[in-house]
């Protein structure tokens, strides 16, 4: 087919000019009503986005969360649902309803490198938005619709250029993560310039109840008043059933949680089994050696040495050594040097690890697909030799992998392997429905952890209930942190709202 330039136009264009054919057409007219006629939004409540998007279809959870917060919250909100339930389609349809209402022009979408793509493939292919992932050579001034990775935009030259932008919507996904006003990344987002604002997290507590206190603040200063009001009347020492009850009732003003069961949505049920691991004599020697260590030695003396060592002795010998052999280049005396060789010589003679044995068992009788998540990155290799050696398939997954590498691992793991063995970031960004036994083989301080790791394969298109095995060794650490554990989750529960089951099936 040839192509041909058209001068139709200008003859029709000169024509008018001259006056020898009138400037409007009836025809026309009526073409251009239709089209206004068309976009015309014609009430103020109920979302106009949905006829815009035919390649999505939200489910009901979703659609009340984003008309609650476009027309009770103003735009600023919270949103907790929990892991799995769909908040990056949620917070899709709120910026597709502002967009499309002309009350958003410019938006910045801050989240976790490793989300970074997925972000921008969802906003293209399910909202029709055109949005960009950002380098370092783009000008702000031009980009309407921008993710970015959160450590890429709090690092000059690249916080600069976003600070002097003037935002009508902000959305940051894992919010968790601004922790408090002493990070780097909270005065990054505390400073932006900003109209409308989404903080997206399963997990608006961590640790303790201030880091809600700190979400809450950078949505609506005041809201929960100042520090020293809130910690006087809502610190876990002084709340009572009253003051939670009122705490909860104005957390409900600025954030929206869903949980599973409340979503008419049909789902596989969790069903989680403390397992508990008995040490052989010989390494309950070991851990008593190293429980001791401070008192030998001024480089063992700080408390937290102690504590990570008695972890990772519960985690692999493996652990234990690369962290004794980097405090042995501390000790100063021969009689230290040698009393942690003596240890470290302990360590190399025992074979195989109790903990390491019950996760073997547990993949063998599950005959079937499981993530595995440890702490340490030498445990993940010592986990690795011993599976391999017992015939089991597994591949490696930890923070090192570039985006390429992590989808190639995701791709072996539901293709070829029957393990995957994974550290902390193994539970941020990566969909595993495809598989439904998970072993938390060393049990994090933090419950909302658990959530997050239980959340990769519980979540929606799951179809198999899921098995959770939580491991801990008697009479160590592991006790321990099982009771910090249960007493964050009461203080979460009574403030946010029920869990499902993290430790035990309730």
Known sequence: MQLEKSTVWQEGFLERLEQRKPWDSWEVYKMSYTIAKKQLIDSFTGLQSLKYLPCVKPLGHQLEVAERVIGEMNGKAILADEVGLGKTIEAGLILKEYLIRGLVKKALILVPASLANQWVEELHTKFHIPALLYKKNYELDYVDVVVMSMDTAKRSPHKEKVLAQDYDLIIVDEAHKLKNHQTISYKFVENLKKKFCLLLTATPIQNDIFELFYLVTLLKQGHLGNYEEFSSIFSTKKRNAEQEEYLKELVGQVMVRNRRQDTGVEWTKRKVQAIPVEFTSSEKETYRILSKLKEVSPVFADSFTTLT??????????????????????????????????????????????????????????????ILFTEYRATQLYLSDVLFSKGISNVIFNGRLSKNSREWIKHLFQQKAQVLIATESGAEGINLQFCHHVINYDLPWNPMKLEQRIGRVHRLGQAHDVHIYNLAVQDTIDDHILGVLEGKIETFEKVVGELDDILTTR
């Open 309 to 370: 060592l008695q972890r990772e002795m519960c985690s692999s010998q493996d652990a234990v050594f690369v962290t004794l052999s980097k405090l042995l280049e501390e000790c100063t005396s021969p009689q230290e040097k040698e009393h942690v060789n003596a240890i470290m010589r302990q360590l190399v003679q025992q074979s195989t690890h109790s903990k390491a044995d019950k996760a073997v068992e547990l993949i063998t009788q599950a005959n079937d697909k499981v």
